[in-house]
């Protein structure tokens, strides 16, 4: 930028001159009125072209910024950022906030929001962004190609509205003196006689809650989800609360018997190198659910460009970037996450402690379209 708006200056200098050059030597035959009138035509033309020059530096500055409205929350997202910075010179401007505070500042800001890129850290909450209008669909080859078509909205004429740069998947956490790993390896069978008064799960109408039963009501219909829903609520150990480190802590102590959390909670611990942490991870342990059945439910973290982004094309290069090679790996080595983009190499060790697993064969965009039927159906069975 500094270099472009020196080349400019260094060009007006140059026209300056000119403008001198010809004044002593045409000048000297005219007379004075028409010297005047040269000499007034010409300043508004080098007026112009200052101005002209002074609006495109304003411009080429505008598109050095982005505005990112982001529900992640994870520290080691930092990194992610500043490297995006490094490589673009565009700086980030972030607003920070849950998924639903960030849906309802958008709505409430219209056509005049700043927000260039929406992130979310749920399919379900994407789902509503979009059916709510708030994103605008952009059709990219290259984010096509590297991102699988089951981790992204559909795409239609106009393109496609958000896609999932990282994904994460909902597995069961027990206490190892108090289950049998048997008697729980399926999220079905959290809701039977041998995990009665031992389940502990966050609310039931948390995103991560409401996209796991959006994804049971794609593979089972809304009938047989509501039954196991009712049977959950039957085996609490406690009514719904906390957030999924919480669950976790919780049946360490033994509060809980079985618990749902997030694969990158569970990894975080594991790597952690306080002492409390190295002894609760020592009482509990984990199950990939439904291996032998419909597979373990995988979530993402997605963006997509904002309707009315006043930078649309920094937007599109944010998106690129987050499908590179190197952002994936930040989501990897930083947050526990696995990368979406098959390619990208991940040497995070508490991922590769968990080791590979069957994943359900359910659309993400699907099981954003159920979460209303999910939420209704956790409402009439009392899940809190
Ligand atoms: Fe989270």
């Known amino acids: 930028m ?6 400019r200056q260094r060009s007006l200098q140059n026209s300056v001159i000119q403008f001198t050059l010809i004044q002593n030597s045409l000048f000297q035959s005219l007379n004075n009125t028409i010297k005047v009138h040269i000499v007034k035509a010409i300043s508004i033309v080098l007026m112009g072209v200052a101005l002209c020059c002074n609006a495109h530096a304003e411009s080429g500055k505008a598109e050095k910024e982005l505005n990112l409205y982001s529900a992640r ?7 992610l950022y500043t490297n995006f910075t490094k490589q673009t010179g565009i700086k980030i401007n972030r607003i920070e906030a849950d998924d639903n505070a960030l849906i309802e500042r958008l709505k409430s800001e219209g056509s005049k929001s700043p927000a260039d890129v929406i992130l979310m850290v749920d399919t379900a909450r994407l789902w509503r962004a979009q059916i709510d209008g708030l994103f605008r669909p952009i059709q990219s080859k ?21 896609f999932g740069f990282s994904t994460r998947a909902r597995l069961i956490v027990y206490n190892k003196s108090l289950m049998n790993p048997k008697d729980i390896d399926t999220y079905e069978k959290l809701a039977e006689a041998p995990s009665k008064g031992k389940v502990c799960t966050r609310s039931g109408s948390h995103p991560y809650m409401l996209s796991l039963i959006g994804s049971l009501i794609e593979l089972h219909g809304e009938v047989a989800t509501e039954l196991w829903a009712k049977k959950m609520v039957n085996n609490m150990a406690r009514s719904p609360k906390g957030g999924d480190t919480d669950q976790i802590k919780s049946v360490a102590t033994g509060e809980c018997g079985v618990a749902l959390a997030n694969s990158y909670y569970l990894v975080r611990l594991m790597r952690s190198t306080k002492t409390e942490d190295i002894e609760l991870v020592k009482k509990i342990g984990f199950i990939w659910p439904n291996q032998n059945s419909t597979g373990v439910h995988v979530n993402i973290a997605g963006a997509g460009v904002a309707k009315n982004a006043p930078h649309p094309e920094s937007a599109v290069l944010f998106l690129n970037y987050l499908a590179s090679d190197t ?5 990897a080595d930083g947050n526990n996450e696995w990368p979406v983009v098959k390619t990208s190499k991940v040497e995070n060790e508490g991922l590769k402690k968990l080791g590979q697993f069957k994943v359900q064969n359910v659309s993400i965009a699907a099981v954003g379209r159920n979460q209303i039927s999910a ?4 409402d009439r069975v009392g899940y809190k």
């Not at 952002?327 to 989501?331: D, E, I, K, V, W």
């Open 142 to 162: 290259n984010l096509e190609s590297r991102i699988p078509e089951n981790l992204r909205a559909k795409s239609d004429t106009d393109g496609i509205t958000w």
């Open 375 to 378: 939420q209704r159906l956790l």
């Open 327 to 331: 952002a994936q790996t930040y989501f």
């Open 2 to 7: 500094k270099k472009m708006q020196e080349q």
């Open 73 to 79: 929350h994870y520290q080691t997202d930092e990194a």
